[in-house]
């Protein structure tokens, strides 16, 4: 997640915003930031009460082992029209690569930009 906060300018260079969520409290974020990653400069959400509510609408949540009731890791964009244009689960041990984030967004501007 620190990888994110430090490519900020990419994203907002390709009409992006970084976004985290999980189904930790806010406390727990405060907690992790302070004493783990250091603090980020984009927003990070709970999604703590109803329990996953927002994970669970985009099919996100983990049932199974090994850590049932959080969600999968995944980046997500969704476009101006507030569409998925692009979705890709990771392992929870795999860290997503930026480039690959970076050029999916770089496609979809393209995408955009071409008359339909």
């Known amino acids: ?4 906060a430090v490519e900020c300018e990419q994203f907002a260079g390709l009409d ?3 976004v985290g969520i999980s189904v930790d409290s806010v406390f727990s974020h405060i907690a992790w930031q ?3 990653i250091g603090l980020l400069n984009y927003p990070l959400c ?3 009460y109803p329990h996953a509510e927002v994970i669970q609408k985009y099919g996100l949540l983990r049932e199974g082992p090994p850590l049932p009731g959080i969600s999968e890791r995944t980046i997500v964009i969704v476009d101006k029209s507030g569409k998925i ?3 890709q689960q ?3 041990d795999q860290v997503p690569e930026i480039d690959e984030i970076l050029e999916a967004l ?3 501007n393209a995408d955009a930009q071409t008359p339909a």
């Open 1 to 4: 997640m620190p990888a994110y």
């Open 16 to 18: 992006a915003q970084v």
């Open 34 to 36: 302070k004493k783990d």
């Open 46 to 48: 709970s999604d703590f």
């Open 85 to 87: 244009a692009w979705l």
């Open 90 to 92: 990771y392992r929870l």
């Open 106 to 108: 770089r496609k979809i």
